[in-house]
């Protein structure tokens, strides 16, 4: 079988370290199918590095949600002559019409479609919801099979999206190897990973570490993400605080410090589609402090410390726990038992599944 993977957002945070690590195992696992990879050109040096003989790397510079990508990268994708390709965002051209697989990660926007989530004026944005409604329903409906990554999410895509269950298949995020560091880190911190989106609600969490500093004064909480609007704003209006630290993007070796020193990682997310910070901190025996929702509760059980994520003080309550003292063998069973739990997820098995999906979609059609 010839395959093709759309990996234009390689780059990119969420999505992107989805797409590194599906390409990164599948290479490593399946030497009997070929591939051919669609890739920004920028991205091409890094992506031959880890490829094997079986791959081609084929540019495709296409921005996603472009024109480009509507009309000139179908036929880019055809001359390949591919059995199945797999979208791993749901941005697929709504002219291509060969088998494909499509992972759709979450749909945040179906309960946050309001223009308070965009920077566009509310005329674009309303267009460009339309446009973003049509490309994932088109995308769900015609695909062979669809994959996402929490059984939470699959019932919302049934819910949402009005599609044979049947073709919605589940596969776990995992965790990148050695996540664990032995680099120290001095200070007592605690640790928000992800973009600053109003799903995220990170307000809250900076309201309630208002709260904590008031009685604790050695403590800090520090931000790491990609600056893209709001977390900009959100850096705007809070940096002037010198425990409140923007650190911006950070190499997955300084995370791993950064995971393994901290507190706790705060996760005080409205809605998730799997939550991948809390598996990596979990991987790196930090405790995780997080919001009461759905999905953590499906993919962490009882491996998490709950706050109710409406409620800022919840969050302080969640937050002074894991800082005192008296609570810290209850604390340190948690982390324990939580990173007993972590290792179910990886990125292999992830992959493993996914192959198996392949097979199963290109003859179902």
């Not at 790397?57 to 002559?81: C, G, L, M, T």
């Not at 911190?189 to 307000?203: Q, S």
């Amino acid at each position: 079988m010839k395959i093709g993977i759309d990996a234009r957002l390689w780059d990119e945070s969420g999505v992107g370290r989805y797409t590194r690590n599906l390409v990164k195992n599948l290479a490593k696992i399946d030497k009997k199918n070929s591939y051919a990879i669609f890739v920004l050109p920028k991205d091409r040096e890094e992506i031959e590095g880890l490829i094997s003989k079986n791959w081609k790397v084929v540019d495709a510079n296409f921005r996603w949600h472009s024109v480009e990508e509507q009309s000139a990268y179908p036929k880019v994708i055809n001359k390949e002559k591919l059995d199945l390709v797999h979208f791993p965002y749901f941005s697929v051209p709504i002219s291509y019409r060969a088998p494909f697989v499509v992972t759709i990660h979450d749909l945040i926007i179906s309960h946050f479609p309001t223009g308070e989530a965009s920077t566009l004026n509310p005329v674009v944005y309303k267009f460009k919801l339309k446009a973003y409604q049509l490309v994932i329903s088109r995308a769900a409906k015609k695909a062979n099979s669809v994959i996402t990554v929490s059984n939470t999410t699959k019932k919302e895509i049934i819910k949402h999206l009005k599609i044979n269950p049947k073709k919605i298949f589940v596969t776990y995020e995992g965790a990148d190897d050695r996540i664990y560091s032995k680099k120290k880190i001095k200070g007592n911190y605690f640790l928000y990973v992800g973009n600053a989106y109003p799903h995220k609600n990170p307000i809250n969490l900076i309201k309630a570490f208002n709260l904590l500093e008031k009685e604790k004064k050695d403590i800090k909480l520090i931000f790491v993400g990609r600056e893209d609007y709001f977390y900009r704003n959100l850096k705007s209006t809070f940096a002037p605080k010198d425990s409140i630290v923007f650190k911006g993007a950070v190499s997955d070796n300084e995370l791993s410090s950064l995971y393994t020193n901290a507190v706790a990682l705060v996760v005080p997310s409205l809605m998730e589609g799997f939550g991948l910070p809390a598996l990596e901190a979990i991987s790196a025996k930090c405790l995780v402090l997080a919001s009461n929702i759905p999905t953590f509760n499906e993919v962490y059980k009882d491996n998490l410390l709950y706050f109710n994520q409406n409620d800022p003080m919840d969050i302080y309550r969640a937050m002074k726990y894991s800082l005192d003292k008296k609570n810290g063998k209850q604390i340190a069973m948690k982390v324990k038992k939580a990173y007993e739990y972590s290792k179910q997820f990886s990125w292999e098995k992830m992959a493993k599944e996914t192959l198996k999906i392949y097979t199963s979609a290109r003859i179902s059609k």
